[in-house]
Each structure stands twice: as C-alpha cells, then as structure tokens.
C-alpha cells in the first residue's frame, strides 16, 4: 500500500525568507502524481502545485517549487519569498495512475506553517 | 461559477441520530468522493463515484452510505452517528477519474 509521510508537524519562517517542507512516500508504483495542497484557516483544500512522475523536470508555479526526486521517494515543497497569506497546513498527496487506480488521493499527516513578519 | 457545493457548513448533533451531508457539483463531473480530515492523520476516503449509480469503498467506509441517483449529488449519509464520526468531512469531484479534483468548503460535525 502507498503511504506519504510528513515529518515536521510544524515549521516557522520569517516574512520574505525562504522555507522547505518535508514529504516522502513509499509506492510500487511506476507511474503516479504528486500533490501540494495548502489548507488556510478557511478550511478550502488549494491544489498549490502538481508533480507528474515520468517528468523528470520539478514543478514549479511562483513562488512555490518542488524538489523531486524519484529514486528517494522524495517531494519537497519550497515555498520563496514567504508571505502573511502562505500561513497553512500543508499536505502533500499521491496518486496512482497506472491501469486500476482510482482517483483516490493519500495523503499525509500535513505540516503547519507559521509566517513570523 | 463552478464549484462543488456542501452543506451544512457545520453540523451539531447526538449519538444514533441519522444525518445526512450535502454534496452537489455544477461542472457535470463524473468523478465525486468523499473524505474525513482528523488531526494527525490527514485526509481518508470515504467512499468514492466513478458515475452515476457506481460507487465503491474507500479507505474508512464503516458507517457510513453514500448514493449516487444523479449525476451532480453525491450524499453522505450516516445512518447512527457516532463521537468517531466526529471530523471535517470534504466532498471532492473531477471530471474523470483521473482529472484534478476540486474540493468543497467542507463540513465540521460533532457528534456527542
């Protein structure tokens, strides 16, 4: 069975610094996706970024990065230039692509970011 | 503008009592699903909808029932809460099974 793993429960940055949150996963899978979602005190789940697995090329929109590296079962998120709005709990997600899969997300534990100013 | 829309918002009420939770999309979507979000362990699924009239398990099925008679509507019901079902609870859809999902706004119940 896939699993995520989150490993910092919370983080803390610094306006306009720069943080990495955490995320590994363990699948037999060859083919899959990676997900970022960021869920702000207003509970909504916002897909921040979205990682294609058979791509070896990161992801990136704005501000946020990823750092994927598929032979560690490694996804990190990096999040430039930290803003008051990016406080959040962030989950990193899986999901299957391959004959079979549904679109059932796994998620992880998640990592609550605070943003000092 | 497209959304997936549940209701209530939040929700109140006592062991046994049957209750349902709303769940409707506007971007005739096949694919709909639910989740339960716990501290500490993230987001699970409940039960999923590949299409009307198919439904199947998720990761944490057990007292829950869903039904999927129309296309846009995908109810969670939970016929004898109990303090467990205590959770937010998102409803999700996609076009397709694999397309990116949207999420609802999510409902917070307490069950005492």
């Known amino acids: 069975a896939q699993t995520v793993t989150q490993s910092q429960p919370e983080m803390s940055v610094q306006e306009a610094e720069t943080v990495t949150l955490s995320c590994t996963y363990d699948?037999?899978?060859?083919?899959?996706?990676l997900f970022w979602y960021k869920q702000p005190p207003s509970r909504q789940m916002i897909l921040v970024i979205r990682?294609?697995?058979?791509?070896?090329q990161n992801a990136t929109e704005n501000r946020f990065s990823v750092n994927f590296q598929k032979a560690a079962k490694s996804f990190s998120l990096k999040i430039s230039d930290s803003q008051l709005g990016d406080a959040a709990m962030y989950f990193c997600?899986?999901?299957?692509?391959?004959?079979?899969?549904?679109?059932?997300?796994?998620f992880g534990t998640g990592t609550l970011l605070a943003v000092q100013p | 503008e497209a959304q997936v829309t549940q209701n209530p918002r939040y929700l109140i009420t006592v062991t046994g009592k049957k209750l349902t939770v709303t769940c409707s999309q506007n971007?005739?979507?096949?694919?709909m699903s639910w989740y339960r979000q716990d501290p500490g362990l993230g987001l699970r699924q409940i039960y999923y909808?590949?299409?009307?009239?198919?439904?199947d398990k998720g990761d944490v099925p057990e007292g829950y029932k869903v039904s999927r008679k129309e296309k846009r509507n995908f109810p969670l019901i939970l016929e004898s809460p109990s303090p467990n079902q205590t959770s937010l609870y998102f409803c999700?859809?996609?076009?397709?099974?694999?397309?990116?999902?949207?999420f609802g706004n999510g409902t917070r119940l307490t069950v005492t």
């Open positions: 999700a859809s996609s076009l397709v099974w694999n397309s990116p999902l949207h």
């Open positions: 699948t037999s899978e060859s083919d899959y996706y």
């Open positions: 990682q294609e697995a058979y791509k070896q």
């Open positions: 997600a899986y999901r299957g692509a391959s004959g079979g899969a549904t679109n059932k997300l796994i």
């Open positions: 971007m005739n979507h096949e694919y």
């Open positions: 909808s590949m299409n009307v009239e198919v439904t």
